[in-house]
């Protein structure tokens, strides 16, 4: 049976990678987060390129992006893929806040974009694999199957990262996250370099008002009709 490949781009905490992880779960294909990849570089830039005024040498970052090295590895206990940054496992760090306040600006750079794109075409060049992001329906993989893009409003969306936040017994406050996930979507749908936005082929996903399990239904039914219709044509 020929494996697809599966795009689903969208804002940011909207649910993507929850359901993104679960419908590669059920495949069994492979589950790439490529916002987990832009958070790992941001990590670095922060460790390794900030100027004593907290602004990031982005020069710097580009002149040292060939040793930024991104990838995954697999939970033993869990399977679950855990992000890492030159060997090591950065899986709870990259979520962290002040991660997510400086990823749209490193996300932006057009040779941090080169550098991921590349990889990320890489790993998904013998399809079956669930890529989720903001341009791959888009840039990275402009011919994918199936395209979803996925969105909520921001109140919704900030109160899921809040709940998440806290569940990991994080400090959050409410209007904060709302900040954020605000300027986010301005800057990811703003930037000159693949901006966020949903593709022509792509079927949009508002999920404000569904739950996790009715998201999950709904892709995985979209997914088996693709794949099927897929079969069929080549049969
Ligand atoms: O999905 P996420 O919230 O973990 O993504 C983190 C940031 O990375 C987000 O601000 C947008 C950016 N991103 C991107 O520019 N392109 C992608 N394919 C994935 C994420």
């Known amino acids: 049976m020929k494996q697809i490949t599966i795009a689903i781009d969208g804002h940011s905490s909207c649910g993507k990678s929850t359901m993104a992880k679960q419908l590669a779960r059920q495949l069994g294909y492979i589950y790439v987060d490529t916002g987990a990849m832009y958070r790992a570089v941001t990590?670095?830039?922060?460790?390794?390129?900030?100027?004593?005024?907290?602004?990031l040498d982005t020069a710097l970052l580009q002149k040292r992006m060939s040793y930024v090295a991104v990838g995954f590895v697999l939970d033993k206990e869990t399977g679950l893929p855990l992000t890492t940054l030159c060997g090591e496992v950065v899986e709870d760090a990259k979520r962290r806040m002040d991660v997510s306040a400086r990823v749209s600006e490193v996300a932006a750079l057009p040779f941090v974009r080169e550098a991921m794109t590349r990889e990320q075409?890489?790993?998904?060049?013998?399809?079956?694999?669930?890529?989720?992001?903001?341009?791959?329906?888009t840039?990275?993989?402009?011919?994918?199957?199936?395209k979803v893009f996925v969105t909520a409003s921001a109140e919704v969306r900030a109160r899921r990262r809040f709940d998440e936040l806290r569940a990991k017994g994080e400090e959050a406050v409410y209007e904060d996250i709302l900040q954020n996930v605000k300027e986010r979507d301005y800057i990811d749908s703003h930037?000159?370099?693949?901006?966020?936005?949903?593709?022509?082929d792509a079927i949009l996903l508002d999920n404000s008002h569904m739950t996790r399990e009715e998201q999950s239904a709904w892709l995985l039914e979209k997914a088996r009709d693709t794949?099927?219709?897929?079969?069929?044509?080549?049969?």
């Not at 840039?139 to 199936?146: S, T, Y």
């Not at 794949?227 to 049969?235: K, T």
Request: proline share 5%; charged share 25%; hydrophobic share 35%.
């Open 43 to 55: 990590l670095y830039a922060m460790r390794n390129t900030i100027r004593p005024d907290g602004t």
């Open 121 to 137: 075409k890489q790993m998904g060049r013998n399809g079956g694999i669930v890529m989720d992001g903001r341009d791959i329906g």
């Open 139 to 146: 840039v990275v993989f402009p011919d994918a199957e199936l």
């Open 191 to 200: 930037r000159e370099v693949a901006p966020l936005r949903q593709a022509t």
């Open 227 to 235: 794949i099927s219709r897929r079969n069929n044509a080549q049969s």
